[in-house]
């Protein structure tokens, strides 16, 4: 089965930096993409960061110059960077993993999510 984990999120100052790191596994053929979104209570669930197996990413506008995604798709491995961090950055981080793999003994493409990481921002 294809599993994605989150790693690296916590409790920080506004002001600071944080990466955060995914990591898919299990019977996976080929990773098409990997991103980032975050959720915060009572709210829909937003892009942050994607980035495709060309290495090109993709920012909404309201995180651009303060978030950098980087990924080694060999590695099944995606990482966000987050400077200068905002209280408003306060959220669960989903990382997920759009990718062909072994489901039920056929190949599937199917986009693969985390549990999510709390990453919290004090002022």
């Known amino acids: 089965q294809v599993q994605v984990v989150e790693s690296g999120g916590g409790l920080v100052q506004a002001g600071e930096s944080l990466r955060l790191a995914c990591v898919a596994s299990g019977n996976i053929l080929t990773i098409y993409g990997m991103g980032w979104h975050r959720q915060t209570p009572g709210r829909q669930r937003e892009l942050v960061a994607n980035i495709d197996s060309a290495g090109n990413a993709n920012y909404p506008d309201s995180v651009k110059g303060r978030f950098t995604i980087s990924a080694d798709i060999s590695k099944k491995t995606v990482f966000l960077q987050i400077d200068n961090l905002e209280p408003e950055d306060t959220a669960v981080y989903y990382c997920?993993?759009?990718?062909?793999?072994?489901?039920?003994?056929?190949?599937?493409?199917?986009?693969?999510w985390g549990r999510g990481t709390q990453v919290t921002v004090s002022a």
């Open positions: 997920n993993a759009d990718l062909t793999g072994w489901h039920e003994h056929e190949i599937t493409r199917n986009i693969y």
